[in-house]
Every structure is written in C-alpha cells, then in structure tokens.
C-alpha cells in the first residue's frame, strides 16, 4: 500500500557536542527525516594520517559530509550506507596516497548510529535505525523507552578496563597495559568474531544491526554518543528512562554540567574505571514530525 500524507521530518529540540580533550572527534546532523551521530576513534599510529585535527576528527567530518549530501538526495538506509563506505575508502585512500604504507588496525574507525523515519499507517511513523558501535538511541514505545545500540565490542572494551591499574591512572596518561589490550582488540576490528565499525580500510556494510519502532508523532528520541552516555553507563546518575526524560524536559545544560562535574570529581578515574578521564560528549533531541 502507497501511503500519501505529509511526509515525516526530525526537529531538533537540543544539540552539544563538547570535546574531552583538545579535538572533539564526534559528530551530528539532521536533514529531513534523517538524524545521526558519530563517534571517531583516532588508530595508534604515531604517524598522522590526515590533515584533519586528528584522524578521527577527519573521518567524523567525512561522515557527516556524505551522510547530509546522502540525506538530501533522499538515499540512506542501506543503499546509502553502501555508498558511504565507498566515499570514506575513497576519499581515505586519496588523502594517504602520498604515504608508503600504514596498518590497517592504524587508521581511524568510527561509531555511528543513524535513524530515519518513515510514515505508517494509523497516523504513525515508522523510525528504523542502523548502528555499528556504541552510539545509542533511546526511543520512547508503548511499555518505556527502549536502547538501540550495538553492544559486539562490549567483551573488548571489558577486556581494556580489566587492564587498568588499580585505583586508576594519570590525568591524560594511557597505561601501557591499556594501549597493549587495546591494538590486541583492534585485531578483531570488523571480523566475524569481533566488532564492527565504520572504517576507510576494512569493509564493513551489512553487518550494521538494525532497529524499527513504531512512534506517535511528536514522540521524543535520543541520539547520544558513549561519552553522553556515561551518565548511564558510567557514573549510574540516571537510567535510560530518566535522561530521556530529563532531555525532553529541556535539561540538556544542565546534564552537561553534571558529566563534567562527575568526571572532575574522579580524575585518576579510579572510582569509576574508565580509560578517557574526558570523553568527548554528543548528544542530539529531536521530535518526530509531519511536514504538512
């Protein structure tokens, strides 16, 4: 059946992006019925690859780039995730051209969660979401908000915590047992029996995990990156529940305020384990509407 009503769009209620350090290696955008958000993470290389401020900032500019060129020709979803990894691995290939090499597990991935939303029937919209990594969506349904995330690399970021020292570690300083547990995950980076993410080397297109949901219209959803998320995930101040209803209550400031108040409480982060004393932190609010 061919439905013909005004056709649905995303309305942003907030949006932050906050750096943890010097570079803020996220991303986030909207376009029509299509919102996203992008978590980069720059490879171990001592070489940079990029012009950008970092690797990772380079390839969370990329993405973003194509996702919002992608959304204004109406083409995501599958196909324009497709053609999103063939821009990202062109245009990686062109700006290391010059370089007589790199490793695969050096060059910058990233998380990346998108959602688009399509009309349904009974005045309804459909919002299907695509993820690859631990970016998050909370999405309101009939029995509570529901967490769409792609947990595969959960077993290796366990894995970097475990190596951690006791009682935690320097501001700013990676413990060599760290950096060791994480090229060793890096390894299984976008490999049946690993994680997957977007990367300019690696293919990655069809192992995305993918979400659909029914909403009402004007129905509140979440997009956030893990450093957003620490809230959560971290630092136990809310449940999923209760910071998507303090986002929709219009309290974004102010959660802002309370992550960075947690993580300067904790600087050796040893309380609270965690390998960035800093993350960067993105979060984007949006409302599911009609444009007629």
């Known amino acids: 059946m061919t439905l013909t009503g005004p056709k649905p769009l995303f309305r942003s209620l907030y949006r932050q992006s906050l750096s943890g350090s010097r570079i803020n290696e996220d991303g986030l955008g909207l376009h029509g019925h299509s919102a996203w958000v992008i978590d980069g993470a720059t490879g171990l290389s001592t070489e940079q690859l990029t012009k950008g401020g970092s690797d990772a900032a380079w390839l969370a ?3 973003g780039e194509t996702l919002e060129r992608l959304a204004s020709e109406d083409c995501l979803g599958a196909e324009g995730l497709r053609r999103l990894e063939s821009e990202v691995q062109r245009r990686f290939e062109a700006v290391t051209a010059h370089l007589p090499g ?3 597990h050096h060059t910058p991935s990233a998380c990346l969660g998108l959602i688009q939303a399509r ?3 009974a005045g309804k919209l459909m919002v299907k979401g695509f993820f690859l990594g631990d ?3 909370l999405v309101p349904r009939e029995h ?5 995330t792609d947990e595969r690399a959960k077993p290796f970021e366990r894995k970097t915590l475990a190596a951690l020292e006791a009682g935690g570690h320097e501001l700013g300083q990676m413990p060599e047992a760290v950096r060791r547990q994480i090229l060793e995950n890096r390894t299984k980076l976008n490999q049946p029996d690993g994680y997957w993410v977007v990367s300019p080397s690696l293919p990655w297109v ?10 009402q219209v004007g129905e509140v959803i979440v997009l956030a990156t893990d450093g957003f998320m620490r809230l959560v995930d971290v630092f136990s101040a809310y449940t999923d529940r209760s910071l998507h209803a303090a986002l929709a209550e219009g309290r974004g400031e102010e959660l ?4 960075r108040a947690l993580e300067r409480g904790d600087l050796r982060s040893g309380d609270y384990p965690r390998v960035k004393t800093h993350d960067d932190a993105t979060v984007l609010v949006i409302a599911a509407e009609t444009s007629g």
């Not at 509570?144 to 769409?148: A, C, K, P, Q, T």
Request: aromatic letters at 6%; glycine letters at 10%; hydrophobic letters at 50%.
């Open 61 to 63: 500019g990329v993405i």
């Open 102 to 104: 790199h490793h695969v």
């Open 256 to 259: 802002i305020e309370e992550l």
């Open 144 to 148: 509570g908000i529901v967490r769409w």
């Open 206 to 215: 069809g192992r995305e995990l993918r979400f659909e949901a029914q909403i």
């Open 119 to 121: 009309e349904a029937e």
């Open 135 to 137: 970016v998050v969506a």
